[in-house]
């Protein structure tokens, strides 16, 4: 949403303008925000309607403009009841760079529309969030201004500097013309069409992925789609087939610093890490070199100079470096001392009743899911099995009547890593069989209920659809092992065409 809503208002002129105008009036929400629930919805509020007010200045008197004005006046009635609720803002990437810039430029608009259904606002200022301030932003900009180059991780959200984005001499689209690996970043770089010509790769990579109408954030993210697939397919026991293609990716994508999600944005300890262990799994030779440099005190940053810290990358590292030390004839000391580490700051991390919570994916039950299964695998010590147990004991705990577990309402991505957690890590403990029935025949039912929300972190939630799907596959697999889940005592639950095509959606991932 948010993405979409950055191209109706950076590109206009691109292909799809219409289309993306469209998808924005029909996603609205009954209450007038846009997006997740809770504070997940505000960023996608804000950038929807900043861009239907700057659509609105640029039309003329008609039914059209005043369908929109509405539409714009509704989001206005809920950001203003939200922020003068103190709306909390939760951790996802760039917050504190996009609220402030958008909530200036709504302002700013608001002085000069002249619609009658937006007359009560004018005047009016949109204040900031609790917690939530311009001094970063206003920071970014000046650097910008005086040419200093931005670190790597930034240009994903160039769009937020304005007019200096465009034509920046210090950006330089990357890969298959992407800028940041984002839509509107690089629609901000782009600037008008009067700046673009029709054969260069940053114009033709916007015009491919806007085509349609609405677009995605991050685009594209190639390694880590391979990296996370492979790796949770391989994990569970699953034979298939990697495209030598896939291999020769991960493979070639590892330098000194490790690798990135993809093409335009920085290398990262989280891609690099679940890289390692996917090409471990497939009997691939890695070496560990890229991890070291995201090593601190604390455990391992997902990259240097983050705000914040990362349970499941600290999980994924382990994953690589457990795998490594396991296949190793003679591990390093090195290596062994970051297991110790990593157990132990993983067992800090837990909250009191058993879960893990993290700031890449806004579920427990997939931060969860990371941190029991990396413990239960290459965990050193007592601290290790006690940590699992307890997760194993809330996951039992948080099912929910119909057999799923979900943070807003039971979905069969999160019931899935449920699912994976209970039948690896303690499938004999006591209850595990009961909830894993019931939890593998909602699955069964669960196919084309209802969208599946986004739960993964970007500007604003997102569903990296080949991932989630790979999870799914994963715990139905994992289901299918138990004796006592034989296919006659989930006839009932699981749909025959499901059963007849396993195999071909087990190849086609």
Known sequence: MYETARL??????LGGHTERITYLLQSQRADGGWGPPQGYALVPTLSATEALL???????????????????????????????????????PGADLIVPSLVAEINQHLDRVAVPCLEPWQGVRLGLPVGVDDVRLVKVRQAMAAGAELPGKLLHFLEVLGSAARRAAIVHPVGPGTVGASPAATAAWIGSPDSATSSEPALAYLASVGRDGPVPCPFPITVFEQAW???????????FAVPPSIVANLGAAMDPTGTATGPGL??????????????GQIGQPVNLRGLWTYETEDGFCTWPGEDGFSVTTNAHVLDAVGQYVHNSVDPESRNVAAINRLTATLREHQLPDGQWRDRWHASPYYATMCCALALNDFGHGSIAIEAVTKAVDWILSTQRSDGSWGRWGGTAEETAYALQVLLTARPGAAGVGAAARRGYAYLGGAEGQRPAPPLWYGKELYHPAAIVRAGLLAALHLARQRPDLTRAEVTTAVPKQRQAGDKSMISGA
């Open 54 to 92: 700057g659509t609105i200045r640029s039309m003329g008197p008609g039914a059209q403009r005043d369908h929109l004005a509405t539409a714009a006046a509704r989001g206005l009635r809920v950001l203003t009841n939200w922020l003068r609720a103190d709306l909390q803002v939760p951790d996802t």
């Open 266 to 279: 920085p290398a990262d300890a989280d891609t690099t890490s679940v890289a390692l262990y996917a090409l």
């Open 229 to 239: 697939v492979v790796s949770g397919l391989a994990r569970v026991g699953m034979r």
């Open 8 to 13: 109706v208002t950076l590109s206009p002129w």
